[in-house]
């Protein structure tokens, strides 16, 4: 503290590094290392079986001659390490190999699944974004109202139940014991993607989307409350800003950085959601084709379904770190 | 404050920011057995009550079961999906099998598997997210980063990954599920044992030569006490969602036996014939996950104190700054 | 003069109070719509121009009013009864809409921690902006009136300065832009609440002056509330005392603060140290009974030395005397005992000579690459206190944590009794950590709440001495007798204490085994005033009794007179000055002590002989 006049203490001086790109270049390092990480686990998972991968796949079938052709295919006749590099560089080429239960290649094979699953979790998304925020702020305006005791009881009820029982319960209640309204399966054949027949994708979507639902609008309930009981917004109200104005204007902005990591949080639940759900339906994602493949023991599209699955976690992951530093300005801007 | 206890779906890491706030270790609570005090109190307010006496409810049913169930749950007794009568109170299943003692005989397994899981991921969990706190550096980048690397696999994918490999075992299973809570276990334990670790007394202890075991030990896990049993309750209610999905996609026992998962998969092509061979089991699973949740909703409130007395908020009012 | 004549009961009694700016009568607010009075009977009047302090510890309810001043009550509490009438509308029957309007505009308010108040998402000249928006009609040029008021406020209105956010301002200029938001839309009255407490000295000292010229200004009618008697003393015209929700002793500052009538006052002002002269602290034994729990008649009687069978069954009303009003029905005979004066003190000096027990050399020190410490020296005599005194960032914590070896990452050498130390106490031999005690700042973080007291207090002699159960209990029981806790203290949980009581526990955990040095970090700042003289003079006896060496580390250099014989001053990590007391603090030689001896506030207390000619006296044979 220097004089009574001009700013009292120097502003530390701005740091070189701006901290956003520090921050993406280090989550990017980071999440290059942990996919890499994934892939050799998933890789040397199957080096660890017991006997190993060809006899497993093969289990009673097995003799000589089939178990060599499967070692040729699986490229366990090579060095691990050549196996490992084989592999990854086909991962990173396209050149996936072939699917072990019907001889096709596995790009073929799961490339129209994750357009089928992008679809549902991007749909499953934004709608559970939209509901989720909007019912989360108004539980926190009106909190201990009779909107916030019921939404937050349904909340902590639905959060809990598994999502293959809410998936029965719907065609329970829309499509056989009580009503018929709506598909049970929402079987597509090969070359229909979802939104030529959008009827199909309403039970699986609804069934994600009151399971993300309660997650989300917890999450923004809570930071609305927190920012609402916060020390600045009581100034604000001392000052005498009009109530609209301090929830636009000052406990929004606070609360949307920690929804935001919740919401990134729940698509990548989703990641796993779709497993159980799409078997549930029968719809053709990459979550069935992953029972599928794991009921045939079919390791190449194991593999890749799962590495892909690691992917979206490491990339939604640093997508949601971002954007919730880009709404936190103490974060952002260095002292 | 609703976010308290299970704002994250299963497997995702602990959100930051408001959530941790709230989760942050709660104001001491005094008595010899301080988790028996909180779970006393819990029970007591109106949602714990509930969340208790559904999953007790369920419990009661797949631990007497067995013993009341009036056919064999294996036999074909009537027709394929009967409809309720009599004898079959609640009709028959897609072999003709009776529901009513297929239900009463399949839940115990689920309950003994989920709850042997959910202490692998806590013992596990805890040890992991305690060393790595307290000892910090070395130990704690290695122990964090195989975290990251073990939640890149979402859940359910971990368990059919190791199931794929290793075949549908049922040991694997509980490992499986229960290695998989670990990750996220050690995060929110690594967070609330940072925050104790700051705390004097445990330089305190460290003052007095006391040695790091101990210090993680006598120090530090007490007062972990709330943390663990609303992560405990958290992680029950993921490890029965799990295994009886699990179940559900044909991973859990082999058939002919009965539980409860499997039943809703291998029922639901007779939902137009006798529904309750799928209702009944799924109102079990839902009521056992919907009440262990509730309570350990209930046990996190009290844990943090939100239903705070109003007194207490009231007297915060005039502690300046300086009365942290 | 404000009108504290307005506290009187009976309003016939009263002037009319048509002038007065702030005219507060029968405030009361409870906890819910029905619960238990947080604050109750409380009236005064502020007149336009002057600033009525009101004071009082943590709980007495002092936020909760102020708040009330603006027609607002926290998350509940509920504004039960009473009128809050500013230039003759009462605030509290004034729709919510016209409310809004008064808030900011009319009434403005001026936050304890502007770091939490000012809204981390919003740079400063939005938030600025915002307070002129929302009352259309009051400025006519916002561009010019923001300039003009962060000017008053002494802040450069620069482009830059308005495109911050709060976090990058420091702690003095976020309460300067808080002022001048208060003061933008020009109030008739303004509310601070606490408003330089957790600023340094110096910044405290500039920001007051500036609240000062502020306030003269514009002609308002101010409140101030604080904890510390110090600050308001400089500050205000008149003071309202407020204890247990009540106000106990309202009137002019040189009457109230010269000669105190109500008892608790009067404690109040003995345990306030000053940087003056060196004076036996007497505290307040005791704490403030809660909400809800305040007994039948006055709430102090059980604290009281003059209390009757009277005064606990009856609630005393408040009476006019000597021109302030006091709510004590024992006044006339607290008025004849003698006057609440801090008996002057002098300490022995201390044995020259003698092989220091601690000498510290070179010690640096840093968090990473930043350096915290530079090269301290310090020696600690044989059975004598040295305070180390400091602002915050100092370094003065860092180098107590070096001394104990909590702190492993320094240079330098710290001998203890002639032996070095090695530099993390993982390193040390059992013995030596026993030695050497330390007394952490914060009694709610030092005891471990799953423990008992008697667990607690008893742990340092398993670990060190590895006594028996019995022995330890025996030990343990001793110690905190020491302290004045009886046995029945044993069994408790920390969080059944309060914050005087925690603290007494870690002295009695320090002292169980012995120790020859004893370090205090800030032992008292998590304290009342009341409450930190207690405890105070608790250490300092017991430093006596048990002939061990001190280390007093502290930001308070009115607290240093109380306990030390000599004192180092710190500043960015070097040591500036160090000497005996008395030198130091009259005499100091080096510009920094200067200016915090300057900076610090003193509690002036007109009517009483001057400082001056006591503090001479007692300084004097401090020296050795």
Not at chain 3, 54 to 62: F, T
């Amino acid at each position: 503290m220097a004089t009574a006049t001009a700013p009292a203490e120097p502003a530390a001086p701005a740091r070189n590094e701006h901290p956003l790109l520090l921050l993406t270049t280090r989550r990017l390092g980071i999440g290059v290392l942990t996919l890499f990480v994934v892939a050799a686990i998933v890789f040397l998972a199957t080096e660890v079986l017991p006997g190993n991968a060809a006899y497993a796949v093969l289990g009673r079938n097995a003799n000589p001659a089939r178990l060599h052709a499967m070692e040729r295919q699986l490229h366990l006749n090579q060095g691990l390490l050549a196996q490992f590099w084989t592999w990854l560089s086909g991962l990173l080429t396209g050149k996936l190999g072939t699917s072990l239960a019907n001889g096709q290649p596995v790009w073929g094979l799961v490339e129209p699944r994750l357009i089928n699953s992008a679809a549902l979790v991007i749909v499953t998304g934004v709608i559970g974004t939209v509901i989720g925020v909007t019912l989360g702020a108004v539980a926190a305006l009106r909190k201990d109202g009779w909107f916030d005791h019921i939404s937050s009881v349904a909340a902590l009820t639905v959060t809990s139940l598994p999502e293959f029982i809410v998936a029965i319960g719907l065609i329970i209640l829309f499509s056989t014991v009580v009503l018929h309204l709506l598909p049970a399966v929402s079987l597509l054949p090969p070359g229909v993607y979802p939104w030529s027949q959008p009827e199909l994708l309403i039970l699986p979507v609804a069934t994600l989307v009151i399971v993300i639902v309660p997650y989300i609008f917890r999450m923004m309930r809570a930071a609305m409350i927190e920012a609402l009981e916060s020390d600045y917004v009581e100034m604000a109200r001392l000052k005498g800003v009009p109530e609209w104005r301090i929830v636009l204007g000052h406990a929004l902005p606070n609360s949307i950085a920690p929804t935001i990591q919740v919401i990134g949080l729940n698509f990548l639940y989703l990641a796993g959601g779709v497993v159980l759900v799409e078997y549930v339906f029968n719809y053709p994602g990459i979550g069935q084709g992953l029972v599928f493949a794991v009921d045939n023991r079919d390791i190449p599209v194991i593999q890749f379904i799962v590495v892909v699955l690691a992917a979206f976690y490491v990339c939604v992951n640093i997508g949601s770190d971002v954007i919730a530093l880009l709404a936190t300005p103490r974060r952002r801007i260095p002292r | 404050m609703a976010g308290s206890a299970p704002a994250v779906p299963p497997g995702a890491p602990p959100p930051p920011a408001a959530a941790a706030a709230e989760a942050a270790p709660p104001a001491a609570r005094t008595g010899r057995h301080p988790w028996l005090s909180v779970l006393w109190s819990a029970a007591r307010t109106p949602r714990g009550g509930a969340g208790l006496t559904m999953a007790l409810l369920v419990v009661l049913v797949a631990v007497a079961g067995p013993a009341v169930s009036p056919h064999s749950p294996t036999d074909l007794v009537t027709l394929t999906f009967a409809k309720p009568s009599g004898k079959f109170p609640l009709g028959g299943d897609f072999l003709g099998r009776d529901v009513l003692s297929r239900v009463l005989n399949g839940g115990w397994l689920l309950l003994l598997m989920a709850v042997a899981a959910t202490a692998i991921g806590i013992v596990a969990g805890a040890a992991a997210g305690i060393a790595a706190a307290y000892l910090h550096g070395a130990p704690d980048g290695i122990i964090m980063r195989t975290v990251d690397v073990i939640l890149a696999f979402p859940q359910l994918v971990f368990a059919l990954l190791l199931l794929s490999l290793l075949g549908p075992k049922l040991w694997l299973i509980v490992l499986a599920v229960g290695l998989s809570h670990a990750p996220a276990v050690a995060r929110v334990i690594r967070s609330a044992t940072l925050d104790i670790t700051e705390r004097d007394y445990v330089k305190v202890a460290e003052l007095q030569g006391m040695r790091p075991v101990k210090v993680m030990a006598k120090e530090i896990l007490p007062n972990l006490i709330s943390p663990l049993m609303v992560e405990a309750g958290l992680r029950l209610t993921y490890s029965i969602v799990i295994i009886a999905g699990l179940a559900f996609l044909g991973f859990g026992q082999p058939p002919p036996t009965a539980n409860w998962g499997t039943m809703i998969n291998e029922n639901r092509i007779g939902l137009q014939l006798n529904p309750w061979a799928v209702i009944a089991p799924a109102v079990l699973i839902a009521l056992l996950t919907v009440g262990t949740n509730t309570f350990t909703d209930a046990v996190a409130r009290v844990a943090i104190g939100v239903d705070r007395r109003p007194e207490e908020a009231a007297l915060l009012d005039d502690l300046g700054p300086e009365q942290v | 003069m404000a009108g504290y004549e307005q506290i009187h009961a009976d309003p016939a009694l009263s002037p009319p109070a048509d002038e007065a700016r702030l005219d507060v009568r029968g405030l009361e607010v409870r906890l819910g719509r029905t619960g238990p009075d947080v604050v109750s009977e409380v009236s005064f009047t502020v007149q336009a121009g002057q600033v009525l302090g009101l004071v009082g510890e943590s709980g007495s309810g002092k936020t909760t009013v102020v708040l009330a001043l603006l027609g607002h009550a926290r998350r509940g509490l509920s504004i039960s009864s009473g009128e809050v009438r500013v230039d003759g509308v009462d605030l509290l029957r004034l729709p919510a809409a016209q409310l809004r309007a008064v808030r900011g505009a009319r009434v403005a308010y001026v936050p304890q921690d502007p770091s939490a108040a000012l809204n981390p998402a919003l740079r400063v000249g939005t938030q600025l902006k915002e307070a002129i928006r929302v009352h259309p009609g009051a400025v006519e040029d916002p561009r010019a009136r923001i300039r003009e008021v962060l000017q008053e406020a002494q802040l450069d209105a620069t482009p830059d300065l308005l495109h911050r956010y709060p976090h990058q301002l420091s702690g003095g200029q976020q309460q300067r832009v808080a002022l001048a938001m208060a003061f933008a839309c020009r109030p008739s009255l303004i509310v601070l609440d606490e408003p330089t407490t957790g600023l340094d000295v110096s910044t405290q000292r500039h920001v007051l002056d500036t609240i000062r010229s502020l306030c003269a200004a514009y002609g308002v009618a101010a409140v101030y509330v604080s904890h510390d008697l110090a600050v308001v003393g400089g500050l205000v015209s008149d003071v309202a005392v407020m204890y247990s929700g009540r106000i106990i002793e309202v009137g002019s500052t040189a009457r109230v603060f010269g000669d105190p009538l109500h008892p608790y006052t009067r404690g109040l002002l003995t345990a306030v140290p000053s940087p003056l002269q060196a004076t036996r602290l007497t505290g307040i034994d005791g704490q403030p009974p809660r909400p809800g729990r305040r007994p039948a008649g006055c709430s102090f009687a059980p604290r009281c030395g003059f209390a009757t069978s009277e005064c606990r069954s009856q609630q005393p009303e408040p009476v006019l005397i000597d021109a302030r009003a006091v709510r004590c029905m024992r006044v006339a005979q607290v008025r004849e005992s003698s006057t609440g004066v801090a008996a002057a003190l002098s300490h022995v000096a201390a044995a020259a000579g003698e092989v220091p027990v601690l000498s510290v050399r070179e010690v640096s020190a840093g968090y990473g690459r930043r350096p915290v410490l530079t090269g301290v020296d310090l020696d600690v005599p044989a059975e004598s206190c040295v305070a180390v005194v400091g602002e915050s960032g100092s370094g003065k914590t860092t180098l107590a944590r070096c001394i104990v070896g909590l702190h492993g990452n320094w240079t330098g050498d710290i001998r203890f009794e002639g032996t070095s130390l090695a530099a993390s106490a993982r390193d040390r031999p059992r013995q030596t950590l026993r030695r050497v005690q330390y007394i952490f700042q914060n009694p709610y973080t030092s005891l471990n709440p799953r423990k008992t007291v008697g667990q607690i207090v008893a742990q340092p002699l398993e670990q060190y001495l590895r006594l028996g159960y019995r022995e330890r209990s025996q030990r343990a029981a001793k110690a905190l007798e020491d302290v004045s806790l009886g046995a029945d203290f044993l069994s408790r949980y920390p969080d059944q204490l309060s914050g005087g009581e925690r603290q007494r526990v870690a002295i009695a955990r320090a002292l169980v085994v012995e120790p020859d040095l004893l370090i205090c970090d800030e032992v008292t700042s998590a304290l009342d005033v009341s409450v930190q003289a207690v405890i105070v003079e608790q250490l300092r006896g017991l430093q006596a009794e048990h002939r061990i060496a001190m280390i007093f580390i502290t930001h308070n250099l009115a607290l240093v007179r109380s306990i030390a014989q000599s004192v180092v001053v710190l500043r960015d990590g070097a040591v500036v000055e160090a000497g005996p007391v008395g030198q130091v603090l009259d005499r100091p030689a080096d510009p920094y002590t200067a200016r915090l001896m300057q900076d610090v506030p003193k509690l002036t207390r007109p009517g009483l002989p001057g400082p001056s000619a006591q503090s001479a006296a007692a300084s004097e044979p401090a020296a050795p």
